[in-house]
C-alpha cells in the first residue's frame, strides 16, 4: 500500500501534503537530512488516471476509496507530535479539507495535533520548500500565539 523511507513518525514534527491519490510525509528538521514517507491511495491503480480528470472537471469525482485511504493516513500521521498539513487547491476542490474532516471526525484526539492547514502550489514546490514554509509557519505561530 505504500512505500517509504521514514519508517515512524512517531514523536517528530512533520508535514503532509495531501492530494487525491497520495501523500507525501517529510520530518521538519534543519539541514539537509529530510526523511520522506510516500503513502499510495489503496485504489491508486483501480482507475485510470485521464478518466478520473475527466470526470472531476465535469464534478462528477469519484470518490470510492476515500475512506479507507483517509484512514490509512490518519493512523499513520497520529503518531506525530506536531502535523502541518498542506494540500493543492481550494473549496470542493480540496482533498486536505477533505482530509482534515474525516481525520477530526474520526480521530479527534490525534486531530489536536494539527497546527497548520494551508493551500499551497505543490507542483511547484519541493519538499525542502515545504519544510522552509513550514518553520515560516511555525515561527508565526509563536509570534502571534496563533
Given amino acids: 500500500m505504500h512505500e ?28 539537509p537530512e529530510r526523511e520522506v514517507m510516500h503513502l499510495h491511495r489503496p485504489d491508486e491503480g483501480a482507475e485510470h488516471h485521464h478518466v478520473r480528470q475527466a470526470q472531476e472537471h465535469h464534478g462528477h469525482r469519484s470518490d470510492a476509496g476515500s475512506s479507507e485511504y483517509y484512514k490509512y493516513v490518519a493512523a499513520v500521521l497520529a ?5 502541518m498539513l498542506v494540500g ?46 513550514a518553520h515560516g509557519w511555525k515561527k508565526e505561530q509563536m509570534e502571534f500565539g496563533v
Fill in 79 to 83: 503518531a506525530a507530535s506536531e502535523i
Fill in 88 to 133: 493543492h487547491g481550494s473549496g470542493k476542490s480540496s482533498i486536505v479539507e477533505e482530509f482534515a474532516e474525516y481525520f477530526s471526525k474520526h480521530l479527534p484526539n490525534e486531530y489536536k495535533l494539527v497546527t497548520e492547514i494551508r493551500h499551497v502550489n505543490l507542483p511547484a514546490l519541493s519538499g525542502g520548500e515545504l519544510i522552509q514554509l
Fill in 4 to 31: 517509504t523511507s521514514l519508517a515512524d513518525v512517531s514523536g517528530k514534527w512533520v508535514i503532509a501534503a495531501v492530494t487525491r491519490d497520495y501523500c507525501d510525509v517529510w520530518h521538519v528538521v534543519q539541514g
